[in-house]
T-cell receptor, first 114, second 112 residues
Framework: GAGVSQTPSNKVTEKGKYVELRCDPI?????LYWYRQSLGQGPEFLIY????????DSGLPNDRFFAVRPEGSVSTLKIQRTERGDSAVYLC????????????FGPGTRLLVL | QQQVKQSPQSLIVQKGGISIINCAYE??????FPWYQQFPGKGPALLIA?????SEKKEGRFTISFNKSAKQFSLHIMDSQPGDSATYFC???????????FGKGTRLSVIA
């Protein structure tokens, strides 16, 4: 079936604005992850969902970042009062169950905060 | 604190040669070590993974070598091809609901 999809592919916003990034995981995958990848760096973990609940949100940098997965499928990463330092590629991944199962990544959303 | 240190940062290899990328870790609780390949504009894709109960794992032209006592693991790409040109990331995690921790990546260029 289809892989992980993310929308939008690119997002340009102004400092202080609110943004939402969407992730559609592989059908049937119960585990979903958000990562942030800055230029020249590896992906950095943000949050992990198992079903509808956030099993680990230890990577969220501050309370401006929030994510939901209300029906256990699609997830939305929400960033309030964006800052220029939030500019990065936001990657979503899903796996069939736990964290040490293969994680399948989407193409990412490139966020630029002006 | 960088939990997984990857080297080199960039690598140029002749077509047909062997590409070697190294990673070192500190956390002895890590027990899962995957390698990811990322092309520009794409998300990372799992290439090969190893657990510490074996010292080597081979899949096609790709081999992971693992040295538990030295807390190091490496990726070897045999007969490197131009299509292998990408950024490679090592990662690690431990059993028990812990996140994958990635290295900073190695940009590999295979030239003809």
């Amino acid at each position: 079936g289809a892989g992980v999809s993310q929308t939008p592919s690119n997002k340009v916003t102004e400092k202080g604005k609110y943004v939402e990034l969407r992730c559609d995981p592989i059908s049937g995958h119960t585990a979903l992850y958000w990562y942030r990848q800055s230029l020249g760096q590896g992906p950095e973990f943000l949050i992990y969902f198992q079903g509808t609940g956030a099993a680990d949100d230890s990577g969220l940098p501050n309370d401006r970042f929030f994510a939901v997965r209300p029906e256990g499928s699609v997830s939305t990463l929400k960033i309030q009062r964006t800052e220029r330092g939030d500019s990065a590629v936001y990657l979503c991944a899903s796996s069939s169950n736990g964290r040490q199962e293969t994680q399948y990544f989407g193409p990412g959303t490139r966020l630029l905060v002006l | 604190q960088q939990q997984v240190k990857q080297s080199p940062q960039s690598l140029i290899v002749q077509k047909g040669g062997i590409s070697i990328i190294n990673c070192a870790y500190e956390n002895t609780a890590f027990d899962y070590f995957p390698w990811y390949q990322q092309f520009p504009g794409k998300g990372p894709a799992l290439l090969i993974a190893i657990r510490p109960d074996v010292s080597e794992k081979k899949e096609g032209r790709f081999t992971i070598s693992f040295n538990k006592s030295a807390k190091q693991f490496s990726l070897h790409i045999m007969d490197s091809q131009p299509g292998d040109s990408a950024t490679y990331f090592c990662a690690a995690s431990s059993t028990g609901n812990t996140p994958l921790v990635f290295g900073k990546g190695t940009r590999l260029s295979v030239i003809a």
